[in-house]
Protein backbone atom coordinates (compact mmCIF):
# COMPACT_ATOMS: atom_id res chain seq x y z
CA UNK A 1 0.00 0.00 0.00
CA UNK A 2 2.61 2.54 1.03
CA UNK A 3 4.63 1.54 -2.49
CA UNK A 4 1.73 2.37 -4.38
CA UNK A 5 0.93 5.70 -2.59
CA UNK A 6 4.69 6.89 -3.40
CA UNK A 7 3.85 5.81 -7.01
CA UNK A 8 1.12 8.10 -7.18
CA UNK A 9 2.43 10.67 -5.66
CA UNK A 10 5.42 10.70 -7.69
CA UNK A 11 3.63 10.64 -11.04
CA UNK A 12 1.48 13.63 -9.74
CA UNK A 13 4.90 15.46 -9.14
CA UNK A 14 5.75 14.82 -12.52
CA UNK A 15 2.61 15.80 -14.40
CA UNK A 16 2.88 19.50 -11.63
CA UNK A 17 6.65 19.67 -13.36
CA UNK A 18 4.97 19.43 -16.41
CA UNK A 19 2.18 21.73 -16.25
CA UNK A 20 4.16 24.52 -14.15
CA UNK A 21 7.30 25.14 -16.72
CA UNK A 22 7.03 26.26 -19.98
CA UNK A 23 7.29 24.27 -22.89
CA UNK A 24 10.86 24.41 -25.14
CA UNK A 25 9.20 25.82 -28.02
CA UNK A 26 7.63 28.75 -25.98
CA UNK A 27 10.97 29.56 -24.23
CA UNK A 28 12.66 29.09 -27.72
CA UNK A 29 10.01 31.65 -29.23
CA UNK A 30 10.92 34.04 -25.84
CA UNK A 31 14.21 34.36 -26.65
CA UNK A 32 14.21 34.61 -30.03
CA UNK A 33 11.62 38.29 -29.56
CA UNK A 34 13.98 39.22 -26.74
CA UNK A 35 17.06 38.62 -29.25
CA UNK A 36 15.46 40.56 -32.38
CA UNK A 37 14.78 43.86 -29.94
CA UNK A 38 17.92 43.47 -28.57
CA UNK A 39 19.52 43.70 -31.66
CA UNK A 40 16.67 46.78 -33.01
CA UNK A 41 17.89 48.60 -29.80
CA UNK A 42 21.46 48.47 -30.40
CA UNK A 43 20.65 50.14 -34.06
CA UNK A 44 18.75 52.21 -32.36
CA UNK A 45 21.11 53.16 -29.88
CA UNK A 46 24.21 53.32 -32.17
CA UNK A 47 21.78 55.94 -34.51
CA UNK A 48 20.86 58.50 -31.07
CA UNK A 49 25.11 58.32 -30.48
CA UNK A 50 25.83 59.88 -33.43
CA UNK A 51 24.42 63.17 -31.86
CA UNK A 52 27.89 63.29 -29.24
CA UNK A 53 25.43 65.07 -26.37
CA UNK A 54 23.94 62.51 -24.08
CA UNK A 55 19.92 62.76 -24.52
CA UNK A 56 17.24 61.52 -22.25
CA UNK A 57 16.20 59.20 -25.68
CA UNK A 58 19.73 57.66 -25.17
CA UNK A 59 19.19 56.80 -21.36
CA UNK A 60 15.59 55.70 -22.54
CA UNK A 61 17.14 53.17 -25.14
CA UNK A 62 19.94 52.02 -22.36
CA UNK A 63 17.74 51.26 -19.78
CA UNK A 64 15.09 49.31 -22.22
CA UNK A 65 17.87 46.93 -23.11
CA UNK A 66 19.16 46.24 -19.50
CA UNK A 67 15.04 45.59 -19.10
CA UNK A 68 15.59 43.13 -21.88
CA UNK A 69 18.34 41.71 -21.06
CA UNK A 70 17.28 40.98 -17.97
CA UNK A 71 14.17 39.14 -19.04
CA UNK A 72 16.55 37.38 -21.47
CA UNK A 73 18.82 35.92 -18.59
CA UNK A 74 15.44 35.14 -16.88
CA UNK A 75 14.18 33.43 -20.14
CA UNK A 76 17.67 31.33 -19.67
CA UNK A 77 17.10 30.57 -16.23
CA UNK A 78 13.59 29.28 -16.91
CA UNK A 79 15.22 26.94 -19.70
CA UNK A 80 17.91 25.48 -17.17
CA UNK A 81 14.98 24.79 -14.98
CA UNK A 82 13.09 22.88 -17.71
CA UNK A 83 16.30 21.48 -18.41
CA UNK A 84 16.60 20.08 -15.26
CA UNK A 85 13.11 19.04 -14.96
CA UNK A 86 14.01 16.89 -18.16
CA UNK A 87 16.87 14.97 -16.98
CA UNK A 88 15.41 14.55 -13.18
CA UNK A 89 12.32 12.87 -15.29
CA UNK A 90 14.75 11.04 -17.41
CA UNK A 91 16.28 9.79 -14.99
CA UNK A 92 13.44 8.59 -13.31
CA UNK A 93 12.18 6.64 -16.55
CA UNK A 94 15.13 5.19 -16.85
CA UNK A 95 15.14 3.54 -13.54
CA UNK A 96 11.90 2.44 -14.03
CA UNK A 97 13.00 0.65 -17.48
CA UNK A 98 16.31 -0.87 -15.87
CA UNK A 99 14.08 -2.63 -13.20
CA UNK A 100 11.13 -3.63 -16.25
CA UNK A 101 14.09 -4.80 -17.57
CA UNK A 102 15.59 -7.23 -14.91
CA UNK A 103 12.17 -8.61 -14.08
CA UNK A 104 11.72 -9.44 -17.61
CA UNK A 105 15.01 -10.81 -18.15
CA UNK A 106 13.84 -13.24 -14.47
CA UNK A 107 10.63 -13.90 -16.17
CA UNK A 108 12.55 -15.17 -19.50
CA UNK A 109 15.27 -16.96 -17.46
CA UNK A 110 12.37 -18.91 -15.88
CA UNK A 111 10.76 -19.83 -19.12
CA UNK A 112 13.82 -20.78 -20.69
CA UNK A 113 14.63 -23.23 -17.64
CA UNK A 114 11.37 -24.64 -18.31
CA UNK A 115 11.76 -25.22 -21.42
CA UNK A 116 15.26 -26.88 -20.73
CA UNK A 117 13.78 -29.13 -18.27
CA UNK A 118 11.01 -29.85 -21.00
CA UNK A 119 13.01 -29.98 -24.00
CA UNK A 120 12.82 -33.94 -24.95
CA UNK A 121 10.25 -35.03 -28.15
CA UNK A 122 9.06 -37.54 -24.99
CA UNK A 123 8.08 -35.34 -22.49
CA UNK A 124 5.94 -33.29 -25.46
CA UNK A 125 4.27 -36.47 -27.04
CA UNK A 126 3.69 -37.17 -23.29
CA UNK A 127 2.19 -34.25 -22.69
CA UNK A 128 0.01 -34.31 -25.67
CA UNK A 129 -1.44 -38.21 -25.49
CA UNK A 130 -2.22 -37.69 -21.93
CA UNK A 131 -5.12 -35.45 -22.57
CA UNK A 132 -8.48 -37.14 -22.08
CA UNK A 133 -10.07 -36.06 -25.44
CA UNK A 134 -9.63 -34.62 -29.17
CA UNK A 135 -10.67 -31.56 -28.04
CA UNK A 136 -8.25 -31.42 -24.42
CA UNK A 137 -5.30 -32.16 -26.93
CA UNK A 138 -6.31 -29.36 -29.42
CA UNK A 139 -6.37 -27.05 -26.33
CA UNK A 140 -2.72 -28.68 -25.46
CA UNK A 141 -1.41 -28.04 -28.80
CA UNK A 142 -2.67 -24.35 -28.47
CA UNK A 143 -1.15 -23.77 -25.35
CA UNK A 144 2.45 -25.37 -26.26
CA UNK A 145 2.11 -22.75 -29.46
CA UNK A 146 0.91 -19.83 -27.24
CA UNK A 147 3.61 -20.51 -24.52
CA UNK A 148 6.55 -20.50 -27.28
CA UNK A 149 4.46 -16.97 -28.93
CA UNK A 150 5.23 -15.92 -25.05
CA UNK A 151 8.45 -16.52 -25.10
CA UNK A 152 9.10 -14.91 -28.34
CA UNK A 153 7.01 -12.20 -27.21
CA UNK A 154 9.21 -11.76 -23.84
CA UNK A 155 12.28 -11.54 -25.74
CA UNK A 156 11.30 -9.07 -28.12
CA UNK A 157 10.00 -6.77 -24.79
CA UNK A 158 13.53 -7.31 -24.03
CA UNK A 159 15.21 -6.31 -26.67
CA UNK A 160 12.45 -3.17 -27.40
CA UNK A 161 13.49 -2.37 -23.42
CA UNK A 162 17.13 -1.99 -24.23
CA UNK A 163 16.39 -0.07 -27.00
CA UNK A 164 14.35 2.56 -25.20
CA UNK A 165 16.70 2.60 -22.29
CA UNK A 166 19.61 3.46 -25.24
CA UNK A 167 17.76 5.89 -26.63
CA UNK A 168 16.87 7.58 -23.34
CA UNK A 169 20.19 7.55 -22.08
CA UNK A 170 20.97 9.69 -25.36
CA UNK A 171 18.40 11.67 -24.59
CA UNK A 172 20.10 12.43 -21.36
CA UNK A 173 23.30 12.47 -22.71
CA UNK A 174 21.91 15.84 -24.85
CA UNK A 175 20.16 17.41 -22.23
CA UNK A 176 23.21 17.50 -20.29
CA UNK A 177 25.21 18.92 -23.19
CA UNK A 178 22.48 21.28 -23.87
CA UNK A 179 22.10 22.39 -20.03
CA UNK A 180 26.19 22.83 -20.27
CA UNK A 181 25.57 25.39 -23.85
CA UNK A 182 23.06 27.44 -21.46
CA UNK A 183 25.08 27.78 -18.92
CA UNK A 184 27.60 29.24 -20.78
CA UNK A 185 25.02 31.59 -22.98
CA UNK A 186 23.81 32.38 -19.29
CA UNK A 187 27.44 33.71 -18.32
CA UNK A 188 28.14 35.38 -20.97
CA UNK A 189 24.59 36.97 -20.82
CA UNK A 190 25.40 38.40 -17.39
CA UNK A 191 28.60 39.85 -18.44
CA UNK A 192 27.08 41.80 -21.50
CA UNK A 193 24.15 42.92 -18.81
CA UNK A 194 26.97 44.44 -16.38
CA UNK A 195 28.64 46.09 -19.55
CA UNK A 196 24.57 47.92 -20.09
CA UNK A 197 24.92 48.68 -16.51
CA UNK A 198 28.56 50.60 -16.83
CA UNK A 199 27.04 52.21 -20.08
CA UNK A 200 24.28 53.37 -18.36
CA UNK A 201 26.10 54.13 -14.91
CA UNK A 202 28.01 56.49 -18.07
CA UNK A 203 24.93 58.20 -19.69
CA UNK A 204 23.33 59.04 -15.90
CA UNK A 205 26.56 60.73 -15.30
CA UNK A 206 26.90 62.72 -18.44
CA UNK A 207 22.89 63.85 -17.65
CA UNK A 208 23.89 65.14 -14.30
CA UNK A 209 25.44 68.02 -15.84
CA UNK A 210 22.74 69.08 -17.34
CA UNK A 211 20.02 68.67 -14.81
CA UNK A 212 18.58 72.39 -15.46
CA UNK A 213 18.41 71.48 -19.12
CA UNK A 214 16.53 68.34 -18.71
CA UNK A 215 14.52 70.02 -16.48
CA UNK A 216 13.54 72.64 -18.95
CA UNK A 217 12.78 69.73 -21.22
CA UNK A 218 10.59 67.51 -19.04
CA UNK A 219 8.89 70.66 -18.35
CA UNK A 220 8.45 71.61 -21.96
CA UNK A 221 7.32 68.50 -22.50
CA UNK A 222 4.51 68.54 -19.79
CA UNK A 223 3.15 71.82 -21.53
CA UNK A 224 3.20 70.20 -24.45
CA UNK A 225 1.01 67.15 -23.11
CA UNK A 226 -1.22 70.03 -21.48
CA UNK A 227 -1.72 71.52 -24.70
CA UNK A 228 -2.33 68.63 -26.12
CA UNK A 229 -4.88 67.48 -23.67
CA UNK A 230 -6.56 70.70 -24.23
CA UNK A 231 -7.05 70.70 -27.98
CA UNK A 232 -8.28 66.96 -27.55
CA UNK A 233 -11.20 67.80 -24.98
CA UNK A 234 -12.10 70.40 -27.35
CA UNK A 235 -12.56 68.30 -30.58
CA UNK A 236 -13.99 65.88 -28.31
CA UNK A 237 -16.65 68.27 -27.64
CA UNK A 238 -17.26 69.24 -30.66
CA UNK A 239 -17.78 65.86 -32.09
CA UNK A 240 -20.16 65.29 -29.18
CA UNK A 241 -22.38 68.07 -30.06
CA UNK A 242 -22.08 67.45 -34.26
CA UNK A 243 -22.91 63.66 -32.80
CA UNK A 244 -26.06 65.12 -30.60
CA UNK A 245 -26.89 67.36 -32.78
CA UNK A 246 -27.06 64.61 -35.48
CA UNK A 247 -29.16 62.52 -33.29
CA UNK A 248 -31.83 65.15 -32.57
CA UNK A 249 -32.32 65.63 -36.27
CA UNK A 250 -32.86 61.84 -36.58
CA UNK A 251 -35.25 61.41 -33.61
CA UNK A 252 -36.94 64.81 -35.27
CA UNK A 253 -37.27 62.89 -38.45
CA UNK A 254 -38.61 59.64 -36.90
CA UNK A 255 -40.73 61.92 -35.34
CA UNK A 256 -42.26 63.69 -38.38
CA UNK A 257 -42.73 60.85 -40.46
CA UNK A 258 -44.96 59.08 -36.88
CA UNK A 259 -47.17 61.66 -37.44
CA UNK A 260 -47.27 62.08 -40.99
CA UNK A 261 -48.03 58.53 -40.79
CA UNK A 262 -50.64 58.87 -38.20
CA UNK A 263 -52.50 61.51 -40.14
CA UNK A 264 -52.85 59.81 -43.37
CA UNK A 265 -54.39 57.13 -40.80
CA UNK A 266 -56.68 59.26 -39.55
CA UNK A 267 -57.68 60.66 -43.30
CA UNK A 268 -58.82 57.29 -44.49
CA UNK A 269 -62.27 56.07 -44.71
CA UNK A 270 -63.52 53.57 -42.50
CA UNK A 271 -59.88 53.00 -40.68
CA UNK A 272 -59.82 51.92 -37.29
CA UNK A 273 -57.89 53.87 -34.24
CA UNK A 274 -57.38 51.07 -32.09
CA UNK A 275 -54.00 50.08 -31.73
CA UNK A 276 -52.32 52.83 -32.79
CA UNK A 277 -48.96 53.35 -31.79
CA UNK A 278 -47.63 56.38 -29.89
CA UNK A 279 -45.56 58.64 -31.62
CA UNK A 280 -41.96 58.85 -30.44
CA UNK A 281 -40.64 62.07 -29.16
CA UNK A 282 -37.80 64.29 -29.88
CA UNK A 283 -35.35 64.55 -27.07
CA UNK A 284 -32.81 67.14 -26.92
CA UNK A 285 -30.48 65.35 -24.63
CA UNK A 286 -30.74 61.56 -25.27
CA UNK A 287 -29.99 58.92 -22.63
CA UNK A 288 -26.37 57.70 -23.65
CA UNK A 289 -26.11 54.51 -21.45
CA UNK A 290 -29.26 53.32 -23.30
CA UNK A 291 -27.87 51.10 -26.74
CA UNK A 292 -29.36 52.22 -30.03
CA UNK A 293 -32.18 49.75 -31.45
CA UNK A 294 -31.21 50.27 -34.94
CA UNK A 295 -31.77 47.40 -36.92
CA UNK A 296 -28.93 44.94 -36.81
CA UNK A 297 -27.35 46.22 -33.66
CA UNK A 298 -27.73 44.07 -30.79
CA UNK A 299 -27.64 45.84 -27.81
CA UNK A 300 -24.89 44.93 -24.57
CA UNK A 301 -25.87 45.57 -21.24
CA UNK A 302 -22.43 45.20 -19.54
CA UNK A 303 -20.74 48.12 -20.71
CA UNK A 304 -21.36 51.81 -21.16
CA UNK A 305 -22.66 53.43 -24.51
CA UNK A 306 -21.96 57.13 -25.71
CA UNK A 307 -23.40 59.50 -28.04
CA UNK A 308 -20.68 58.56 -30.83
CA UNK A 309 -22.78 55.09 -30.99
CA UNK A 310 -26.30 56.29 -31.59
CA UNK A 311 -25.85 54.82 -35.35
CA UNK A 312 -24.94 51.56 -36.25
CA UNK A 313 -21.91 52.81 -38.13
CA UNK A 314 -20.16 54.63 -34.89
CA UNK A 315 -21.64 51.17 -33.01
CA UNK A 316 -19.66 49.20 -35.80
CA UNK A 317 -16.75 50.95 -35.23
CA UNK A 318 -16.49 50.58 -31.18
CA UNK A 319 -17.24 47.09 -31.43
CA UNK A 320 -14.83 45.86 -34.02
CA UNK A 321 -11.94 48.31 -32.09
CA UNK A 322 -12.79 46.42 -28.87
CA UNK A 323 -12.73 43.01 -30.39
CA UNK A 324 -9.13 43.91 -31.55
CA UNK A 325 -8.01 44.69 -28.01
CA UNK A 326 -4.62 43.14 -27.81
CA UNK A 327 -4.41 42.69 -31.52
CA UNK A 328 -4.23 46.25 -33.18
CA UNK A 329 -0.79 46.58 -35.29
CA UNK A 330 1.66 48.79 -34.37
CA UNK A 331 1.33 52.51 -35.91
CA UNK A 332 4.78 51.78 -36.97
CA UNK A 333 7.04 49.52 -38.27
CA UNK A 334 9.87 49.93 -36.55
CA UNK A 335 11.14 51.84 -33.60
CA UNK A 336 12.29 51.29 -29.53
CA UNK A 337 9.03 52.35 -26.78
CA UNK A 338 11.32 54.96 -24.96
CA UNK A 339 8.63 56.24 -22.53
CA UNK A 340 5.73 53.87 -21.24
CA UNK A 341 2.59 54.73 -20.07
CA UNK A 342 2.14 56.68 -17.00
CA UNK A 343 4.66 58.43 -14.97
CA UNK A 344 8.43 57.94 -15.46
CA UNK A 345 11.29 58.41 -13.45
CA UNK A 346 13.83 60.90 -14.98
CA UNK A 347 16.42 61.92 -12.98
CA UNK A 348 16.37 62.16 -8.96
CA UNK A 349 13.58 64.98 -8.50
CA UNK A 350 12.49 65.01 -11.91
CA UNK A 351 9.49 63.04 -13.56
CA UNK A 352 7.88 62.73 -17.04
CA UNK A 353 3.97 62.01 -17.27
CA UNK A 354 3.38 60.01 -20.95
CA UNK A 355 -0.78 59.68 -21.88
CA UNK A 356 0.73 57.21 -24.34
CA UNK A 357 3.88 55.21 -25.44
CA UNK A 358 7.07 57.36 -26.47
CA UNK A 359 8.67 55.39 -29.70
CA UNK A 360 12.36 56.39 -30.55
CA UNK A 361 12.77 55.95 -34.70
CA UNK A 362 15.58 55.95 -36.76
CA UNK A 363 14.88 58.16 -38.97
CA UNK A 364 11.47 59.61 -40.07
CA UNK A 365 9.20 57.00 -41.18
CA UNK A 366 5.50 56.26 -41.60
CA UNK A 367 2.71 56.23 -39.00
CA UNK A 368 -0.09 54.30 -39.61
CA UNK A 369 -3.51 53.93 -38.62
CA UNK A 370 -4.40 51.00 -36.17
CA UNK A 371 -7.86 49.97 -36.81
CA UNK A 372 -10.65 51.47 -39.59
CA UNK A 373 -12.08 54.92 -38.48
CA UNK A 374 -12.60 58.47 -39.39
CA UNK A 375 -10.39 61.67 -39.05
CA UNK A 376 -11.72 63.31 -36.39
CA UNK A 377 -8.82 66.59 -36.65
CA UNK A 378 -5.35 67.55 -37.31
CA UNK A 379 -3.61 69.70 -34.46
CA UNK A 380 -1.25 72.39 -35.31
CA UNK A 381 1.11 71.72 -31.62
CA UNK A 382 3.64 74.44 -32.51
CA UNK A 383 6.66 72.54 -34.67
CA UNK A 384 4.99 69.60 -34.76
CA UNK A 385 1.69 68.33 -35.71
CA UNK A 386 -0.66 65.38 -34.37
CA UNK A 387 -3.83 63.51 -35.91
CA UNK A 388 -6.93 62.25 -34.07
CA UNK A 389 -8.29 59.30 -35.32
CA UNK A 390 -12.43 58.46 -34.31
CA UNK A 391 -13.23 54.59 -33.88
CA UNK A 392 -16.56 55.28 -32.16
CA UNK A 393 -15.82 56.30 -28.78
CA UNK A 394 -12.54 55.20 -29.02
CA UNK A 395 -9.88 57.91 -30.06
CA UNK A 396 -6.40 56.70 -31.47
CA UNK A 397 -4.34 59.92 -31.63
CA UNK A 398 -0.93 60.24 -33.49
CA UNK A 399 1.29 63.10 -32.03
CA UNK A 400 4.59 64.26 -33.21
CA UNK A 401 4.27 63.84 -36.83
CA UNK A 402 4.70 65.57 -39.64
CA UNK A 403 3.62 65.55 -43.57
CA UNK A 404 0.00 64.78 -42.78
CA UNK A 405 -1.54 62.53 -45.56
CA UNK A 406 -5.02 62.74 -44.84
CA UNK A 407 -7.73 65.01 -43.94
CA UNK A 408 -10.06 65.88 -41.81
CA UNK A 409 -13.82 64.16 -41.75
CA UNK A 410 -11.64 61.10 -44.28
CA UNK A 411 -12.86 57.53 -43.74
CA UNK A 412 -9.36 55.76 -43.29
CA UNK A 413 -8.46 51.83 -42.59
CA UNK A 414 -5.86 49.97 -40.16
CA UNK A 415 -2.99 50.38 -42.36
CA UNK A 416 -3.85 53.63 -44.03
CA UNK A 417 -0.45 55.82 -44.38
CA UNK A 418 -1.57 59.15 -42.03
CA UNK A 419 2.07 61.04 -41.83
CA UNK A 420 5.78 60.37 -40.63
CA UNK A 421 7.54 60.55 -37.57
CA UNK A 422 8.73 64.05 -36.94
CA UNK A 423 12.49 65.12 -35.65
CA UNK A 424 12.24 66.18 -32.46
CA UNK A 425 16.03 67.13 -32.22
CA UNK A 426 18.81 66.87 -33.90
CA UNK A 427 19.26 63.17 -35.23
CA UNK A 428 16.31 62.54 -32.81
CA UNK A 429 12.99 61.33 -34.09
CA UNK A 430 10.40 60.36 -31.46
CA UNK A 431 6.35 59.54 -32.26
CA UNK A 432 3.77 59.64 -29.54
CA UNK A 433 0.72 56.91 -29.49
CA UNK A 434 -2.31 57.35 -27.15
CA UNK A 435 -5.86 55.63 -26.77
CA UNK A 436 -8.46 57.09 -25.42
CA UNK A 437 -12.12 55.85 -24.42
CA UNK A 438 -14.54 58.77 -24.25
CA UNK A 439 -16.75 56.13 -22.45
CA UNK A 440 -15.29 56.64 -19.32
CA UNK A 441 -12.80 60.19 -20.51
CA UNK A 442 -10.01 58.39 -19.64
CA UNK A 443 -6.41 57.71 -21.52
CA UNK A 444 -5.39 53.87 -21.57
CA UNK A 445 -2.21 51.91 -21.39
CA UNK A 446 -1.52 51.54 -25.71
CA UNK A 447 0.19 48.76 -24.60
CA UNK A 448 -3.31 46.78 -23.75
CA UNK A 449 -4.41 47.47 -27.53
CA UNK A 450 -1.33 46.49 -29.45
CA UNK A 451 -0.04 43.34 -30.30
CA UNK A 452 2.96 41.88 -28.84
CA UNK A 453 5.83 42.78 -31.28
Request: glycine letters at 4%; a positive charge; hydrophobic letters at 35%.
Amino acid sequence: MTRFICIILLCLGSCTLAWAQPTKEEIQKKQQELQRELSELNKTLAEIKNNKKASLAELAVVQRKIKAREELINNISRELRRLDDEIYLTQLEMNRLRRELDTLKQQYAKSLVFAYKNRSNYDYLNFLFSAQSFNDAVKRVAYLKSYRQYRETQAATIAQTQQLLVQKNQSLANSKQDKSKTLDEQNNQLNVLEQDRSEQKKVVQQLQGREKEIAKQVAESEKQRQRLRQALAAIIRREEEEARKAERQRLAKLAEEERRRKEAEKNKPNTATAGTTKPATSNNNPPLNNPPVESGSRPKTDRTYSVFESTPEGLTLSLNFESNRGKLPWPVSEGVVTGNFGVQKVSAGVDRKNDGLLITCKNSIGVRCVADGIVANIIELGSYQCVVVRHGKYFSVYSQVDGVKVSKGQEVKAGTLLANVAEVADDEFEFEFQVMNNGNGRYENPTSWLKPR
